[in-house]
């Protein structure tokens, strides 16, 4: 499965639309959270570096933010969709997600994953296609916020970072049901 992945995202690459593989890496980060398609879209961006394609791990890094940051803006601003345990624990996904730790969404994703998974794939497929669009590019394959100094438009990498984040934290206030309120 791992080959198949890598090379349908080579033959992408290898085809110009790097737009739509931005979109695509940014949207497997979030697909499994550490799971088999975010580890094949990882393996993909590191290989990426060696080849001096750097956009394309700026593309990956972004998209694995981008899950614990909407969460943790969910928790935040619509207090109603999660429950007293998450909204206690949501505020550390902002630092999660600042540190590249996608699997700090994975609670979360757990407890519904049919609203939760969809609004993190498409915030993050957001963010990776804007990271392509505006050309930004990381030579480090690890370290979340850490990175932004080595990367090409690095205040781009930030408004796809906020823009994807706000993305899925939307998608979470639409699809989320409220939680029942406790007399």
């Given amino acids: 499965i791992n080959t198949g992945l890598s090379n349908g995202l080579t033959a992408i690459s290898d085809a110009g639309y790097i737009t ?3 979109l695509l890496l940014g949207a497997m980060m979030a697909i499994d959270m550490g ?3 975010n580890k094949a879209a990882y393996v993909f961006g590191t290989a990426a570096i060696a080849n001096g394609d750097t956009w ?6 972004i998209g ?3 899950p614990p940051i909407a969460i943790a803006l969910s928790t935040t601003f619509n207090k109603k969709k999660w429950t007293a345990e998450e909204l206690k624990s949501g505020p550390v ?7 590249f730790v996608t699997e700090g969404a994975i609670p979360y994703a757990a407890s519904d994953p049919i609203r939760v998974l969809p609004s993190c794939m498409v915030g993050s497929a957001v963010a ?3 990271t392509s669009l505006f050309n930004v590019t990381c030579p480090a394959p690890h370290g979340g916020i ?3 100094i080595v990367c090409d438009h690095p205040l781009l990498y930030v408004v796809a970072l906020v823009a994807g984040s706000v993305v899925g934290a939307l998608m979470l206030a ?3 049901k409220n939680q029942p309120v406790k007399a």
Wanted: hydrophobic share 65%; proline share 3%.
């Fill in 56 to 61: 394309i791990m700026a593309a990956v890094m």
């Fill in 146 to 148: 850490f990175t932004f």
């Fill in 93 to 99: 996904n902002y630092l999660m997600g600042l540190c």
């Fill in 20 to 22: 739509v593989l931005g």
């Fill in 128 to 130: 990776g296609a804007l």
């Fill in 35 to 37: 799971g088999p398609f």
């Fill in 64 to 66: 694995g933010m981008v």
């Fill in 174 to 176: 639409l699809l989320k």
